[in-house]
């Protein structure tokens, strides 16, 4: 039984119309943020929490089935908080992930460190009325675009704003330069990423038309992180384009009905970490990270005492062969692509630095339950 319903999160997981018990789920295409989504499914089917690293030691759908299976019989739910929708009120906490922005964000107001860019270059046809009312649509839809990040009684608190509108503001390049228009979209593209979020008016989205021609466009988008993360980007991409497509319709945009908004998680976890778990994990993390060490490494310039945003972004192209046989040590020693290419990473450190302990810190998607996918 448990192999059939680990088979069927698999086959949704992926797209398969057939999953069979020895197929492997690496071996189908799975990395680290499908092993979240596939945890979040079998949380929802079992009731029980899957250690991330077993999917990498049982990766086959017999061998999880029987793990998880021990994992029932070993696990006592009698504490397990579940969520749920929250009581309406006028403030709400924040999530420990806004709090750690929020406070980076009141001691450098003006910094632009975690304002993220989204480009989409469109081609054909453009309906500037509907794309401005599908980005509406979309604050609307999701409570975390239009939510205000104020201080109540000298908490950090967030508040939903019931409604909230954005103008799309569009500059027309189309009597420029054919070589210009970009270079020119770029610069203006770059130079608004570096305007500031004001986190206590909101909203947490802006946006930019360009008109480089009458079927050629680039529309930008430009949100805060403390609203946002890399899984919701790709909530955003299928989100807009449904929503533009039955604005240009004027239909109701085929989306499901989201069962939570971001404050219902918010509440999940403080009530989560409640009593002993905050101060386990609390604890836990202060010795992991007691003895971080500042690598030596060999640059041109002393490292400035103060931390700046200086730097590039260098593209490069890894030969199809390479690319291939990164692939396979991956597979062979049963790792996803991102852990083969950050243990690459840390030997490189290792051999600029000669150090044995290298601390790297990555991006993570908590998303631990199926309802909140959908959630930017």
Known sequence: MN??????????????????????????????????????????????????????????????????????????????????????????????????????????????????LRAYRLEGKLNKGALEQALNALLMRHEALRTRFLMIGGQAVQAVVKDMKIVLDEIDLSGSEEEEKENVAREIAAAERLRKFDLEKGPLLRGLLFKLGEDRHILVLLMHHIAIDGWSMGVLDRDLGKLYNAALREEPADLPALPFQYVDYTMWQREWMKGDKHALQMAYWKEKLADLTTLDLPTDYPRSAKQTNNGA????????????????????????????????????????????????????????????????
Request: hydrophobic letters at 45%.
């Open 3 to 116: 192999e059939t319903i680990i088979a069927e999160e698999w086959k949704s997981i992926f797209g398969l119309t057939r999953v069979g018990a020895d197929d492997n789920f690496f071996e189908l295409g799975g990395h680290s943020l499908l092993v979240m989504k596939l945890i979040a499914r079998l949380k929802k089917r079992f009731g029980v929490e899957v250690p991330f690293k077993t999917v990498f030691e049982t990766p086959t759908v017999s061998a999880l089935a029987k793990r998880v299976e021990r994992i029932i019989k070993e696990t006592e739910e009698k504490d397990q908080v579940v969520l749920q929708v929250a009581p309406k009120a006028d403030y709400y906490p924040l999530s420990y992930a806004q709090e750690s922005l929020w406070l980076v964000n009141r001691l450098d107001p003006d910094s632009s460190e975690y304002n993220e």
């Open 313 to 376: 972004i260098v593209f490069f192209d890894v030969p199809p062969e390479i690319t291939k046989g990164i692939l396979e040590l991956c597979k062979r020693e049963e790792a996803t692509l991102f852990m083969g290419l950050l243990a690459a990473f840390d030997v490189l450190l290792h051999r600029y630095s000669s150090a044995v302990d290298i601390t790297v810190g990555t991006a993570v998607a908590s998303r631990k339950q199926e309802e909140i996918e959908g959630l930017i």
